[in-house]
């Protein structure tokens, strides 16, 4: 089992920067790629950004240069930097792992809000 616990969510100005992190726990090792979706209200769940085992990453275009996604394996924890956000960047975003192997197991967190507000 794998348990996803998110923070660093907030209020921020537009403009401003915030960094989420993903605290991975248990069975770590079963967990090849890690990604980070958001829900804005009255909105379908989107994908935001991904980071592999081997620290390749893919953004969605309305993200690119202005989030990153980074993996600590040390930490078991990952990240996203997030730049120059935006009211429309307002959302709950939401930590998700994929298990190795067939099944397509995935895990989710519980979510961490950011609002993006002057």
């Known amino acids: 089992q794998v348990k996803l616990v998110e923070a660093g969510g907030g209020l921020v100005q537009p403009g401003g920067s915030l960094t989420l992190s993903c605290a991975i726990s248990?069975?770590?090792?079963?967990?090849?790629?890690v990604n980070w979706y958001r829900q804005s209200p009255g909105k379908q769940r989107e994908w935001v950004a991904a980071?592999?085992?081997?620290?390749?990453?893919n953004y969605t275009d309305s993200i690119k240069g202005r989030f990153t996604i980074s993996r600590d394996n040390a930490k078991d924890t990952v990240y996203l930097q997030m730049n120059s956000l935006k009211p429309e960047d307002t959302a709950v975003y939401y930590c998700?792992?994929?298990?190795?192997?067939?099944?397509?197991?995935?895990?989710w967190g519980k979510g961490t809000l950011v609002a993006v507000s002057s």
């Open positions: 980071v592999r085992n081997d620290h390749t990453t």
């Open positions: 998700h792992a994929e298990q190795l192997g067939p099944g397509g197991v995935v895990y």
């Open positions: 248990g069975n770590i090792y079963i967990i090849h790629t």
